[in-house]
């Protein structure tokens, strides 16, 4: 553990901390929590023939070093082109992961004709405090025929 004495970093003999304000002649600095950081991959397959079903494979994971409490991922289905109204949303529960550890699910839809923007975005609510909260979104384009 690292500890302030006087105004220089000094690197303290292990020894039982009872307070966070001084212990001998050691102050320790509060160290912040390891955080999770979640990562959602999606991956769609591709209709081969007219009104064919098409699955959406969405992957959540922690790629951080701290433990991901419950959270949520929403899958979101739009227009590809203007007006991008939103047409359907899915919510899945997550639940907690550690570090490294993978939550995968799948939805089946079928597509009309036309071009849809599909995202999913772990957290959509930005309840889990991460390492990184740009990485919480994919997004593919899906093509019915």
Known sequence: MFYLFGSAPY???DVEV???LATGQCLLLELAEPRPDLTVSLKA???SAPRQDVSLSTMVKNIGPGSAPPSSCDVIIRNARPP???LRRYQEAIPALDPGDAFTF???VKPGFGAYEVCA???PKNLVVE???TNNRSCETVTGK
Do not use: K, N
Request: charged content about 30%; glycine content about 0%; hydrophobic content about 30%.
């Open 18 to 20: 009872r307070s966070s």
């Open 45 to 47: 397959s591709i209709p």
């Open 11 to 13: 690197l303290c003999p």
């Open 106 to 108: 799948m939805i089946t």
């Open 131 to 133: 390492t990184d909260e």
């Open 121 to 123: 975005v772990a957290d």
């Open 84 to 86: 991008r109204q939103e």
